[in-house]
């Protein structure tokens, strides 16, 4: 009894929310001359009511959408929408005219937008009808133009598209501006879903067999939709049958990237609401394509598939969405996570939350096996670079940042740890809206790859571990043996030939370098360092027994060391002035050198790294090549400068904790995640510095390039695994005369930028290879550890 009340009282209701006047609406025609206004409920409603022509107000604001809607139903679902680009103020008008179709006018007096008729002739009426379809037709009832020929993100049984047709999504739910996905039933018979930004496209291939291309895409009145090929056939979208007869019918594709077809019963629209028959994809959270992005959610974010077939975004324990408008955008950590100071890292400083059946898809770095959970969740605490671990089958995936194409899935089978930071001390809130807008568009470029991302979170490289392994060896060297060529000079004598500091020729991150002229017969120029920071208590003895090793060095692809200044808090080195300056002016200047003159350089820099590592009297590890610390001499030699440095500093700097900064693009991986220090890391950042003289441009430049080509290393595999390297020379005439030449010296590059360092060849290799005296074997993907590609 009580519920045959609330059915009543639910039926009662429903009515109430419809337009009085649809019980005065007669057959469905509109009569030139008729107009709507928007303001009020106006509308045009088919004959048997269940559609309605008109206004929509939008959602918190002033704002009117020329639209199609269900009018039964008591959420009034759009159909078809005219001006989602352009919303109508208040008080707009649309007119149905005899010469130009329904013409929307703003108040103003401004067209916002009119119908465009496919078939000229003379609008007779225009008819609402009962599939939904509003129509304008000639006096003889042609159909001169049609709601249903020109779609927005809805098809209605009845509704058939033609080749060359296509869905777009709206923005939002409420927003329906232009959106991310779109569906194209291509002029070859293909069905194609694309998003905007590169995030998925997939073809519903009909077949290569003559006769079996697509025609049209049906959704006929017993509710099947499905391609027609040419010969007759069939593609049809699976799910169970539900006759337009009975049921509301609808087939959307929503501004979440799917394509599902609804049904809603006709008998009980109060309470039921929108159910899909199925959906395309099936499940858009597995959907992923590997270098393009996040996925369905933003980065860090989890995928989760409701009961609707839609997609839900949630940010993990400990992390907040990147804006609180967007929540299917990306993630970030409330407190830093990382090994932005591997010093102070310490595991009881975080702690892990557990969560089931979540992974993400494309972010592991390390493959553990015969695991337990427990070592797995442990390793992940113990590993700065790891944010999240999954442990699965007794397998660990010690995942890092970015975190992407994350879902949750219950055939998963898997256990997730997500690290975060169990004190509040380092709470990072993105404080003010340009600080926010920067974080997404550097991590909308950078996200996007593996290494890189470390530098976002501020990442910096601490030598520690590498002073750790050489103190030792270095020990042999006493002050007796001392003997050098070097010259002291006192700081009085550097101030005066660098004219009191003046000249500034550059900084790094050891310290800034000024130009200055010694007297040595006739004057010769030089390059003065002052090194940072210097502690100088201790570090004596070792400074000078650095300085000897730099001292005998003499290679022709090294700047020489003239001289030191080692007084009180002063330490200062003196070099040989290049004059030509360094390789990042030479390389992305205006003027680009010739492939030739590159390929000299890239020749000379691996020389002058081979006698480093194995050459001179012990080993020099640099730590820091990249192309401003390789300069130019008149010849235009490369010459690698700040070789020996890293050590220098370490030595002090270990002692006050202060991080040496690892230069962005160039840093091989393994200062991230523990492991050993070796030759392997100049070797790393060798690789990048050939990639951006084999194509003149920067490691990472999102300014100038599209995603996919921001970070060069990404790209340039991209390329070369398709076959399409001359890409990346950017039409450069002279280069590709000998594209053999240009492949041999990517495929070295590759061989260096492999993540894991026992694959990278020595800088004696790399000679060699550059050199033709061995062949170059086919290099394999350089971050093997991303999974899902
Ligand atoms: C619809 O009704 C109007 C009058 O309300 C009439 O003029 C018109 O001819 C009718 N149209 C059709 C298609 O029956
Ligand atoms: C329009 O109709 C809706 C639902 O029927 C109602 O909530 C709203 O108040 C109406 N607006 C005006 C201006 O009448
Ligand atoms: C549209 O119709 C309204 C009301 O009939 C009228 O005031 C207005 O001038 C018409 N606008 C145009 C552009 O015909
Ligand atoms: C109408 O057609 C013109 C040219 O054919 C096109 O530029 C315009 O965008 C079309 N307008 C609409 C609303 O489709
Ligand atoms: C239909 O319209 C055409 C052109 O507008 C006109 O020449 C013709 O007389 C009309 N026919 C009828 C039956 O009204
Ligand atoms: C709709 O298509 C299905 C599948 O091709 C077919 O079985 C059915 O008869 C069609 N219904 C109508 C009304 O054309
Ligand atoms: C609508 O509500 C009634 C009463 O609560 C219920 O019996 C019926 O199953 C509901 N219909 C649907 C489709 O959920
Ligand atoms: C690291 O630890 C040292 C001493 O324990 C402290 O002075 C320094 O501020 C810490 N650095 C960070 C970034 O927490
Ligand atoms: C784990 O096994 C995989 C595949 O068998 C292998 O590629 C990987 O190197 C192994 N991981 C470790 C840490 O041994
Ligand atoms: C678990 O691992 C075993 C052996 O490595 C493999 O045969 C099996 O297929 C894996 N099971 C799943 C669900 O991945
Ligand atoms: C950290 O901050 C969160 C939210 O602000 C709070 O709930 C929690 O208690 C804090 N934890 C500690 C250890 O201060």
């Known amino acids: 009894m009580a519920m045959a009340l609330t059915v009543w009282l639910l039926l009662l209701s429903s009515l109430f929310l419809l337009p009085i006047y649809v019980l005065a609406q007669t057959n469905g025609s509109v009569a030139v001359g008729a107009s709507l206004s928007a303001a009020g409920n106006s509308s045009w409603i088919s004959p048997s009511g269940d559609f309605a022509f008109g206004f929509r107000q939008l959602e918190n604001n002033d704002l009117f959408l020329l639209s199609i809607w269900f009018a039964k139903i008591p959420d009034r679902t759009i159909v078809w929408y005219a001006n989602g680009d352009k919303p109508a103020p208040k008080g707009s008008t649309v007119n149905l005219t005899a010469n130009s179709g329904l013409v929307l006018t703003s108040p103003q007096g401004d067209e916002l937008w009119k119908s465009n008729q496919s078939i000229a002739g003379v609008v007779a009426h225009g008819l609402m009808n009962d599939k939904g379809n509003f129509v304008l037709e000639d006096n003889k009832s042609a159909k001169l133009w049609e709601t249903f020929k020109n779609p927005t993100d809805t098809m209605l049984p009845g509704q058939i598209m033609e080749r060359g047709g296509k869905l777009s999504s709206r ?18 018979g ?18 290569t067999v003559p006769g079996s291309e697509g025609l049209r895409l049906v959704f006929n009145d017993s509710g099947n939709f499905y391609i027609l090929r040419v010969n007759g056939g069939h593609f049809i979208f699976t799910g169970e049958e539900r006759a337009a007869r009975d049921y509301y019918l609808r087939t959307t594709l929503s501004f979440d990237g799917v394509l599902a077809q609804y049904f809603l019963p006709k008998t009980s629209v109060g309470n039921a609401s929108w159910a899909p028959l199925w959906s395309e994809p099936p499940n858009i959270c597995q959907k992923i394509n590997v270098n393009s992005g996040p996925g369905i959610c933003g980065y860090n974010s989890i995928c989760i598939l409701q009961a609707d077939k839609r997609p839900t975004c949630e940010c993990p324990t400990g992390y907040s969405l990147l804006d609180p408008n967007d929540p299917y955008g990306s993630c970030y950590p409330d407190s830093k996570l990382g090994c932005e100071n591997e010093l102070n890292y310490t595991k009881d400083l975080y702690n892990v939350e557990v969560l089931a059946n979540t992974d993400w898809l494309t972010s592991s770095y390390v493959q553990l096996n015969a695991s337990t959970a427990d070592t797995c969740s442990q390793s992940c605490l113990e590993d700065c670079l790891c944010a999240v671990a999954v442990y699965s089958n007794d397998t660990c995936w010690k995942k890092k940042f970015p975190l992407s194409y994350g879902r949750e899935d219950s055939t998963l089978n898997s256990k997730t740890f997500i690290k975060f930071r169990n004190d509040n001390s380092t709470r990072q809130v993105p404080d003010d809206k340009k600080s926010r807008t920067t974080w997404v568009h550097v991590g909308s470029v950078l996200l996007g790859t593996s290494v890189f991302v470390n530098f976002i979170l501020g990442a910096a490289v601490i030598c520690l571990g590498f002073f750790l392994i050489f103190q030792k060896k270095h020990a042999r060297f006493t002050q007796n043996d001392l003997d050098t060529n070097l010259r002291s000079f006192s700081h009085k004598e550097l101030k005066e030939a660098t004219n009191g500091f003046n000249e500034e020729l550059g900084k790094g991150a050891f310290g800034v370098v000024y130009k200055g002229i010694i007297q040595i ?7 003065v360092k002052k090194l940072n920071c210097v502690n100088v208590q201790d570090g004596e003895k070792e400074f000078k027994t650095e300085l000897k090793i730099i001292g005998q060095t003499h290679h022709k692809n090294l700047v020489r060391l003239v001289g030191y200044c080692d007084e009180g808090q002063e330490r200062l080195l003196v070099y040989e002035f290049l004059s030509n300056g360094t390789l990042a002016s030479f390389l992305f200047g205006d003027e680009k050198p010739s492939w030739r003159q590159r390929m000299e350089i890239a020749d000379g820099v ?28 008149d010849h235009y030699n490369a010459r690698i400068s700040d070789f020996g440095l890293a050590k220098l500093l370490m030595m002090d700097q270990s002692r006050t904790h202060t991080a040496i900064r690892g230069t962005k693009g160039y840093v091989a991986p393994e200062w991230f995640n523990s492991m050993a220090i070796t030759a392997k890391v100049d070797v790393y950042s060798f690789g990048v510095v050939l990639l951006e003289i084999i194509c003149c441009r920067r490691s990472v430049d999102m300014e100038n390039n599209c995603e996919e080509k921001a970070i060069l290393i990404d790209w340039v595999y991209d390329c070369y695994r398709d076959g399409a390297l001359d890409a990346v020379l950017d039409h450069e005439v002279d280069a590709l005369d000998d594209k053999t030449e240009l492949e041999k010296t990517a495929m070295i590059a590759l061989w260096c930028i492999q993540e894991d360092p026992s694959l990278r060849p020595s800088m004696r290799k790399v000679v060699q290879m550059l050199e033709g005296v061995v062949e170059v074997d086919v290099p394999p993907c350089p971050s093997p550890y991303t999974r899902g590609g």
Do not use: M
């Open 171 to 188: 923005n939002s739910e409420t927003d329906y501006s232009r959106g991310r996905f779109q569906l194209d039933f291509q002029v070859d």
């Open 521 to 527: 017969g006739s004057g010769v120029q030089v390059a």
């Open 606 to 633: 691996a020389k002058g790294l081979l006698y480093l590592h194995e050459e001179c009297s012990s080993q020099i590890i640099h730590c820091d090549i990249k192309p401003q610390n390789i300069l130019l001499d």
């Open 190 to 207: 293909n069905l194609v879903f694309s998003a905007k930004k590169p995030f998925y496209s997939t073809a519903t291939t009909t077949g």
